[in-house]
């Protein structure tokens, strides 16, 4: 039960009428309170999972389950973890100095049994807050039984105990997380003896410690992640370890380009305090689109995931690109533009993986994807035909080099007066700008190419865009 007053003493917590709930039951309290006051959303920072993810968590707090988080790279499942503890008690009753955070009314290790035994309502009560009441760990071959359970420790022992004793034991991860919850990243890279020994902690509460058994019926909500092809392998992962999760939930990646553009707002680097940035719509929906595209293009490999993570990554390289040239070309306002796109390499290499192995296929993957990407916002704001003044332009001559370099008053030079620029400037939302219709001009003219209206040369870095 949530606690109003800190009592010092396991006696004034008996008077306070403190009554003692396990973690999960603690959980479902905070969870149905919140959702009978309608506070939203239901876990911090999660975003895109409302409808689909989290009902299904939700589920499994109410049901206290054990559960695992199935999903590729990137679909924040590690943050889904984390945000749990949100749902625990702001405060926690434990006995003072204990390693692994017994109640006072039911200690389970032998010093906290000791020490109620001797000193009664006179045991000292410390208070745990709900950030200490999470531990973590990544699943990595070498993890042994003393990592996550325990081990004898040699001090002890030099100091005169017997190795059969409780209190030489050391403790490790998982019983340091009792009374809370522990989370445990890409479970099937756990090696298999090491699977067991978690098997026993979760559900015969005992394990054995060089040789020596102890009951240590810990209370804990086990949140794992998993990959789901390592997960449904055959041998990455002993079936009693798996059956015990009592609820499996599966993630996605964001289902909608608005909620991938939330994500990089939330999670992307702040600019430069000393310039101001701004990144217009359709950049962030052309780069929140080309995660997209890569997510259903055949030649990129969907097992291992395309990560919001590289959303993340293009938008922070998109806006810097913008602020270097901002700074060579003493402009005030730092606006991306089409040809920073070509800089998103650096931030994308690595976060996907082509399933082609010719040369500069690579190269061509991205560059279509990218081209998708621009075409398709372009599709979604303008039609073609909303332009014939500005294409009749080019038929009567016009040309216009573009580079990632270039200051606005080239732009604005070689384009001149455009009541079609004025209209896709209000269109769009955007502010009349140099530096922002530099902008906008760059996109018209890019989405006109992709509809066949202007032709398009690149060379060195730099394209002209023609009739």
Same mark, same amino acid.
């Given at each position: ?90 405060? $926690? ?12 009314? &039911? ?125 449904? &392998? ?72 395309? %990560? ?23 402009? %005030? $306002?730092?606006?991306?533009?089409? %040809? ?44 073609? &035909? ?13 040309? $216009? ?23 896709? $400037? ?42």
């Amino acid at each position: 039960m949530p606690v109003t007053a800190q009592a010092g003493t396991l006696g004034e917590l008996r008077a306070s009428g403190h009554e003692r709930e396990t973690v999960k039951q603690e959980l479902r309290r905070n969870l149905l309170a919140r959702m009978r006051t309608g506070v939203t959303p239901l876990l911090e920072g999660i975003v895109g999972y409302d409808d689909t993810v989290l009902p299904q968590v939700a589920n499994a707090l109410i049901s206290g389950h054990d559960m695992i988080l199935l999903g590729e790279r990137g679909q924040a499942k590690s943050r889904l973890m984390r945000s749990l503890v949100g749902l625990l008690d702001a405060i $926690l009753p434990v006995v003072e100095g204990c390693e692994i955070n017994d109640h006072p009314y &039911s200690p389970i290790c032998r010093r906290c049994r000791d020490l109620v035994a001797e000193r009664g309502d006179e045991t000292p009560i410390a208070w745990l807050p709900r950030d200490r009441r999470y531990g973590e760990k990544l699943a990595t071959p070498d993890i042994s039984i003393a990592d996550l359970i325990g081990e004898v420790d040699p001090i002890r022992v030099a100091e005169g105990r017997y190795l059969a004793d409780e209190l030489t034991i050391h403790y490790g991860l998982v019983p340091r997380c009792n009374r809370g919850i522990f989370g445990i990243n890409e479970l099937p890279d756990l090696a298999e003896r090491i699977q067991v020994g978690l098997l026993n902690i979760m559900e015969e509460k005992d394990v054995q410690i060089r040789g020596y058994r102890i009951r240590l019926p810990l209370d804990l909500l086990v949140v794992a992640s998993a990959n789901p092809e390592d997960y449904t &392998s055959r041998g990455r992962i002993i079936t009693p370890l798996k059956d015990r999760f009592g609820s499996q939930v599966r993630t996605h990646y964001p289902l909608t380009v608005a909620e991938e553009i939330e994500i990089m707002e939330g999670e992307r680097l702040p600019p430069p305090a000393d310039l101001e940035v701004l990144v217009p719509g359709f950049m962030k929906e052309i780069v929140a689109e080309m995660s997209h595209g890569a997510r259903r293009s055949p030649h990129i490999s969907q097992s291992s995931g395309v %990560s919001v993570r590289m959303s993340i990554g293009n938008y922070e390289n998109l806006a810097s690109n913008s602020v270097r040239r901002a700074v060579r070309t003493g402009e %005030s $306002l730092a606006v991306p533009r089409i %040809s920073d796109l070509e800089f998103l390499a650096a931030s994308t290499a690595g976060r996907v993986e082509i399933e082609a192995l010719d040369e500069g296929k690579e190269e061509q993957v991205m560059a279509r994807i990218q081209r998708g990407a621009v075409s398709a916002v372009f599709g979604r704001h303008f039609a073609a &035909s909303q332009f014939e003044t500005l294409v009749g332009r080019f038929e009567e001559g016009t040309m $216009l080099e573009v580079g990632e370099s270039m200051p606005a008053s080239t732009y604005l030079r070689a384009i001149g007066e455009s009541g079609e620029v004025d209209n896709a $400037l209000r269109r769009l939302g955007l502010p009349d700008k140099p530096e922002v219709r530099a902008s906008v001009i760059e996109f018209v003219l890019e989405g006109l190419h992709l509809n066949k209206r202007l032709n398009k040369d690149e060379m060195g870095g730099r394209a002209l865009y023609r009739r």
